[in-house]
């Protein structure tokens, strides 16, 4: 499988993402003839070789003409706009699924709806080219999936539309929600929203760089120049070294305990799966003397054993922790949100050689949603199965 690892020290935005798949070796002409299906006009795309600190990078601006693009748009506007391009079917509807994510989280933190989210004025068309560009570059790579590096989440104080606001943005801290970041002391605006919306939406695992040949590197640069910090976002292309797809060694890592209080068996499973734990499940048992006891057990990649070590050891009674190796195979998987009846929801979509196998609605949405309309959740969950295969054409 082609994949594409986005390695992301200095940050991310729309125009980096695209500049890195063009400096890996995306040729700029068939993005800008793809680009050119959007029924879009009054803009172009520039390409160049820039130096940031060490780095020779490529910096990719989307040039506007601001006297062609003076009014707001709102989601249903950019949809349109996609859905009126000639572009393939597959790049409207990652695109659409982007934008909407963009919405719906500018929505929850405004406290209003997708619908009432407006892109300001020369910024809309700037994050029309740059994630139908981004989709685009992927596919003109032959990329069938992303992977990300943990994202860096900056600090301090921009301005915007609503005054002076802290980084990161609280669009963009929405859209952050369980992926992992970390801070890097720098203080700017180091993940955009824009940025944060392809990643998070494309991103089929965030972390460690999977197991790959490398084929290509490429260098996308930003537009701040950073103190000590080149501002690059790095993207490696390459094929999965695995044998067989989903085929993968993890480690079974248990504990037995029969002295402590069934309150404290919450915190731990937290612990084990903050501490990078694939799954974690409890299992009643008959200990010496004829205790009842529970067995802790927790899926783990190889090189996680020790972190999951120390939660078991600081989290529980235990004075000791067993493992061993097994083999699995699990389906790809991606997390994608669709339009349902009952509006948004994220879906667990799972795969077996590119045919989709398991449609799974997010369940926390669902209870929300049967809460919210006052319906069994059981309808709630059919009707959202129902409208999720549709919508994937199942």
Same mark, same amino acid.
């Given at each position: 499988?082609?994949?594409?690892?986005? %390695?992301?020290?200095?940050?991310?935005?729309?125009?980096?993402?695209?500049?890195?798949?063009?400096?890996?070796g995306v040729p700029l002409e068939a993005l800008? *003839?793809?680009?050119?299906? @959007? /029924?879009?006009?009054?803009?172009?795309?520039?390409?160049?070789?820039?130096?940031?600190?060490? =780095?020779?990078?490529?910096?990719?601006?989307?040039?506007?003409?601001?006297?062609?693009?003076?009014?707001?748009?709102?989601?249903? #506007?950019?949809? %349109?706009?996609?859905?009126?391009?000639?572009?393939?079917?597959?790049?409207?509807?990652?695109?659409?699924?982007?934008?909407?994510?963009?919405?719906?989280?500018?929505?929850?933190?405004?406290?209003?709806?997708?619908?009432?989210?407006?892109?300001?004025?020369?910024?809309?068309?700037?994050?029309?080219?740059?994630?139908?560009?981004?989709? +685009?570059? @992927?596919?003109?790579?032959?990329?069938?999936?992303?992977?990300?590096?943990? @994202?860096?989440?900056?600090?301090?104080?921009?301005?915007?539309?609503?005054?002076?606001i802290p980084v990161p943005g609280p669009g963009?801290?929405?859209?952050?929600?369980? =992926?992992? &970041? &970390? %801070?890097?002391?720098?203080?700017?605006?180091?993940?955009?929203?824009?940025?944060? *919306?392809?990643?998070?939406?494309?991103?089929?695992?965030?972390?460690?760089?999977?197991?790959?040949?490398?084929?290509?590197?490429?260098?996308?640069?930003?537009?701040?120049?950073?103190? #000590?910090?080149?501002? $690059?976002?790095?993207? =490696?292309?390459?094929?999965?070294?695995?044998?067989?797809?989903?085929?993968?060694?993890?480690?079974?890592?248990?504990?037995?305990?029969?002295?402590?209080?069934?309150?404290?068996?919450? /915190?731990?499973?937290?612990?084990?799966?903050?501490?990078?734990? @694939?799954?974690? =499940?409890?299992?009643?048992?008959?200990?010496?003397?004829?205790? /009842?006891? +529970?067995?802790?057990?927790?899926?783990?990649?190889?090189?996680? &054993?020790?972190?999951?070590?120390?939660?078991?050891?600081?989290?529980?009674?235990?004075?000791?922790?067993?493992?061993?190796?097994?083999?699995?195979?699990?389906?790809?998987?991606?997390?994608?949100?669709?339009?349902?009846?009952?509006?948004?929801?994220?879906?667990? &979509?799972?795969?077996?050689?590119?045919?989709?196998?398991?449609?799974?609605?997010?369940?926390?949405?669902?209870?929300? $949603?049967?809460?919210?309309?006052?319906?069994?959740?059981?309808?709630?969950?059919?009707?959202?199965?129902?409208?999720?295969?549709?919508?994937?054409?199942?």
């Open positions: 499988m082609k994949v594409a690892y986005f %390695d992301c020290p200095s940050g991310a935005a729309g125009d980096m993402i695209m500049a890195s798949l063009v400096d890996a800008r *003839a793809e680009l050119g299906k @959007l /029924p879009l006009e009054g803009w172009t795309l520039t390409a160049r070789e820039v130096r940031k600190g060490a =780095f020779r990078a490529t910096k990719v601006d989307v040039e506007i003409d601001q006297q062609a693009h003076r009014h707001h748009r709102s989601l249903g #506007d950019i949809l %349109d706009i996609l859905e009126r391009s000639s572009l393939e079917v597959s790049v409207k509807t990652r695109a659409a699924r982007i934008f909407t994510r963009l919405a719906e989280a500018e929505a929850r933190v405004h406290g209003t709806d997708r619908e009432s989210v407006h892109f300001h004025d020369v910024g809309a068309v700037d994050a029309i080219v740059d994630v139908t560009g981004g989709i +685009i570059a @992927l596919d003109l790579a032959g990329v069938q999936a992303v992977h990300i590096s943990a @994202l860096p989440i900056g600090g301090g104080l921009v301005g915007g539309p609503h005054g002076r963009t801290a929405e859209l952050l929600r369980g =992926f992992p &970041v &970390v %801070d890097t002391g720098v203080k700017a605006e180091l993940v955009t929203p824009t940025g944060a *919306a392809i990643l998070t939406t494309l991103a089929a695992s965030a972390g460690r760089m999977p197991p790959l040949t490398v084929e290509a590197v490429g260098y996308g640069a930003g537009t701040m120049d950073l103190p #000590d910090t080149p501002n $690059i976002l790095r993207c =490696f292309l390459g094929a999965t070294t695995t044998a067989a797809a989903g085929d993968e060694t993890v480690l079974q890592v248990e504990t037995t305990i029969d002295d402590m209080s069934p309150q404290l068996y919450e /915190p731990l499973i937290d612990r084990l799966f903050g501490a990078g734990a @694939l799954d974690v =499940f409890l299992q009643p048992v008959i200990m010496k003397r004829g205790r /009842p006891g +529970i067995v802790v057990t927790a899926l783990c990649a190889p090189d996680r &054993v020790s972190d999951l070590s120390q939660a078991l050891f600081e989290e529980s009674t235990t004075i000791g922790v067993r493992w061993s190796e097994w083999r699995r195979a699990r389906l790809d998987r991606e997390m994608i949100v669709l339009t349902t009846a009952y509006g948004a929801i994220p879906f667990k &979509v799972s795969r077996l050689g590119g045919r989709i196998m398991t449609v799974t609605p997010e369940f926390a949405d669902v209870a929300r $949603i049967a809460r919210e309309k006052s319906l069994p959740a059981r309808e709630v969950l059919e009707q959202a199965r129902a409208d999720g295969r549709r919508l994937l054409g199942q």
